[in-house]
T-cell receptor, first 115, second 115 residues
């Protein structure tokens, strides 16, 4: 029930195209859904995040769409650029009893943008 | 911009040896985490720490693991007797408030190789 499922595992998109990565969760206690971007040899870095009280959040070329009833959320990268080539992780955390709320990560999507 | 730092960047050790991985969280952060990422797999939570106590630990974090904040700036992860399966990238993270919606900032990681 703590899992976050992510697809696809890898994605190749042409420059200028739209990249779409999907995630699904089961635990209804999750109340925060960040996306992290990771370049080779680096740690994950927060890209954009959403709370379940909104259905969409947009920051520049990056948009999260959130479907609470389906327990699904997705990352859309508009006008994808070669510099967007990285591994993307969806994650979730929830208000529990421990105070420090751990992140539960998806399995990652390796995105490659080709010219 | 403040960042989480980790040392060493790469640690090679023999099976059965003790290793200490070091992290310097962002200075005004109060909540600290360790995660690990086995090559090609997702990032997994190990432990969270606040006020000099473990808040939560995963099933991975067994008796061979310990964490400590030995002074006002460092946060360490010790593996007492390393196993081959401990080979992974270990990420330290920190956050200000520790709530589910608080951003966790990740360090660049320490690659641990157990031979």
């Amino acid at each position: 029930q703590q899992q976050v499922k992510q697809s696809p595992q890898s994605l190749i998109v042409q420059k200028g195209g739209i990249s779409i990565i999907n995630c699904a969760y089961e635990n209804t206690a999750f109340d925060y859904f960040p996306w992290y971007q990771q370049f080779p040899g680096k740690g994950p870095a927060l890209l954009i995040a959403i709370r379940p009280d909104v259905s969409e959040k947009k920051e520049g070329r990056f948009t999260i769409s959130f479907n609470k009833s389906a327990k699904q959320f997705s990352l859309h990268i508009m006008d994808s650029q070669p510099g967007d080539s990285a591994t993307y992780f969806c994650a979730a955390s929830g208000t529990g009893s421990f105070g420090n709320e751990k992140l539960t990560f998806g399995t990652g999507t390796r995105l490659t943008i080709i010219p | 911009e403040p960042e989480v730092t980790q040392t060493p960047s790469h640690q090679v050790t023999q099976m059965g040896q003790e290793v200490i991985l070091r992290c310097v969280p962002i200075s005004n952060h109060l909540y600290f985490y360790w995660y690990r990422q086995i090559l090609g797999q997702k990032v997994e939570f190990l432990v969270s720490f606040y006020n000099n106590e473990i808040s939560e630990k995963s099933e991975i974090f067994d008796d061979q693991f310990s964490v400590e904040r030995p002074d006002g700036s460092n946060f360490t992860l010790k593996i007492r007797s390393t196993k081959l399966e401990d080979s992974a990238m270990y990420f330290c993270a920190s956050s200000v408030e520790g709530t589910s919606t608080d951003t966790q900032y990740f360090g660049p990681g320490t690659r641990l190789t157990v031979l």
